[in-house]
């Protein structure tokens, strides 16, 4: 169920082409200029309406992850046939966890291109102009580049259109012919962006969570890492912007002298959604915001509060992890490890999960409380059926920016030059440094640090063309008692393997109704 709250409701029903439908390019001058862009207040409406999807569950709260589901380190854990479907690259479309957020990020992407369009006939000043141009184009951007690494491919871009080109709104949005298209706007927008925002530091805290200068390099960044599958030429700008994010954005990794595990633990503390770490997340609350942290709780949380018991880490993602690596017990549970849950200390066990583990990374927010119950705890959002917590939703984080800087290096043969931003992610957590590192100690490391995060292990394994991966079966730790945290367990299948057809499954079927809604003038990805 999508959550609008109040404030975003006004700009939608002002603005007048507020369609979700991509392909309904009804005229909206007349309203838009006649009544509104008028003050301040009417621009701070229209910029907030475009951040709306960010919280939705169809985007970033849940139905993105369907993908990473597809992965190697996660299983659904409960039966949904619409995401099994997906995990088993059997799915038309129509599934709502992909057909949803298609809607939803054009969605935001039109919004972005609302402001774009109509800025410059506001009666404000130079300043604010400057400040929603900005943001427009940064919101653009990412909405266009999630767009673009789910369903474009190299021979097949998706529907963008943009006002700045003259047959806007008279015409249906082109498909463009390649995703590398798709990727050159993109970056396009994120440079825009960066030359119009401000620094993150000159915000104040009212109003953190909008867009800054240090978020379009670094998905400026993501970006040129994508397009350089298919251009490995984009390797060559990414290390100076990894560095204009570390010197100018004044990003780094947070740390706790001394403590590896606190180092890595505190990345994911509510009390720390806004440290030097931080560049993009989903800006959340206790009433309102991020619920994923209650998608992947325990199903039902042990009687204590409504978990929904999704994304389930596999045995193979656990065991990628080397045994001195803090960052293993910080992201993944396994049965008898300690935890907090509303101020008393739990032995984990699990009745739901199908390969005895739980993603770890986000119960910070469910370990307050006095005495043992939801109610004591005041960083939680107490309807269980919209589990939203005060953490924010990290989407992109300086240790990133790290990897894409090794990863870029070890791409133009550099492993020397790799080497120092690799080792200064594996040094917070107290990990040995490797001196001449490759390819596979970056895919790794990436793994580890990254895991359970919308930074998508799935897109990366298609990337990097390491289907075996994807193919795999997967596994589990299978225990004798489900509610004994101490029960003897086997490792057995939990996930058979899978046909991946690198052909047609690198990219996600588009939703059928928006090729009809086209009058079929968009192709469907080849195969699907």
């Known amino acids: 169920m999508k959550r609008i709250i109040i404030f975003f409701i006004a700009p939608m029903l002002l603005l007048a082409a507020c369609s979700k439908d991509w392909v309904d390019n009804k005229p909206n001058g007349l309203p838009t200029t006649a009544y509104f862009w008028q003050t301040e207040g009417d621009v701070a409406k229209a910029v907030a309406a475009m951040y709306a999807p960010m919280q939705y569950e169809s985007t970033w709260g849940r ?48 919004k972005a291109n609302q402001v774009i369009q109509y800025i410059d006939n506001a009666t404000v000043s130079e300043e604010v102009k400057t400040q929603a141009k900005g943001e427009a184009y ?27 080109n003259a047959e806007y709104e008279k015409r249906i949005p082109p498909q463009l012919a390649s995703v590398k298209d798709n990727y050159a706007q993109i970056v396009s927008d994120f440079q825009k962006a960066a030359n119009l925002l401000p620094y993150f530091e000159s915000y104040s805290s009212a109003d953190y969570g909008h867009a800054h200068k240090a978020a379009a390099w670094g998905y400026l960044v993501k970006t040129l890492a994508y397009w350089a599958e298919y251009d490995p030429t984009k390797w060559e700008d990414v290390p100076a912007y990894c560095d204009s994010i570390k010197v100018q954005g004044k990003r780094a990794l947070f740390t706790v002298s001394g403590d590896p595990n606190a180092s890595y633990r505190g990345v994911f503390k509510h009390t720390n959604n806004w440290s030097s ?18 998608v992947v709780l325990e199903n039902k949380g042990w009687g204590l509060f409504n978990g ?8 193979e993602l656990y065991n990628e992890y080397e045994a001195t690596d803090p960052r293993r017990e910080a992201t993944i549970l396994k049965f008898n490890d300690e935890f907090g849950f509303f101020g008393v200390n739990r032995n984990y066990f699990s009745t739901n999960s199908l390969t005895g583990f739980q993603l770890a990374k986000y119960m910070d927010p469910y370990s307050y409380g006095t005495d043992g119950t939801a109610s004591s705890d005041p960083y939680i959002y107490q309807n269980g059926d919209n589990p939203t917590t005060a953490l924010n939703g990290p989407l992109m984080r300086y240790a990133e920016i790290l990897l894409f800087k090794a990863e870029a290096y070890l791409m133009m043969n550099k492993p020397d030059l790799a080497a120092g931003p690799l080792n200064e992610v594996r040094e917070r957590v107290g990990l040995s440094e490797i001196s001449s590192p490759t390819l596979a100690d970056l895919k790794h490391e990436r793994r580890c640090e990254l895991a359970g995060e919308f930074t998508d292990r799935f897109k990366d394994l298609k990337r990097w063309h390491d289907y075996n991966n994807i193919k795999a079966e997967l596994h589990g730790q299978i225990h004798s008692s489900k509610s004994d945290p101490t029960s003897d367990f086997t490792v057995g299948v939990v996930w058979a393997s899978r046909n991946f057809d690198e052909n047609k499954d690198i990219a996600w079927p588009y939703p059928p109704t928006e090729i009809a809604n086209s009058n079929r003038v968009y192709k469907q990805n080849s195969g699907w």
């Open 63 to 110: 139905d993105i992850f369907y993908q990473m589901n597809a992965s190697d380190d996660f299983v659904t854990g409960r039966v949904k046939a619409n995401a099994d479907n997906m995990k088993n690259f059997v799915c038309t479309g129509n599934e709502g966890y992909l057909s949803s957020a298609y809607s939803d990020l054009y969605w935001m992407l039109n």
């Open 138 to 164: 940064f919101v653009r951007g990412f909405a266009h580049f999630w767009i673009a690494s789910t369903w474009g491919r190299e021979d097949q871009g998706v529907p963008f259109d943009m006002p700045e």
């Open 277 to 294: 770490e931080y560049i993009w997340s989903v800006n959340s609350g206790t009433s309102g915001g991020w619920e994923f942290p209650g």
């Open 308 to 315: 929904w018991g999704y994304f389930q880490p596999t045995l």
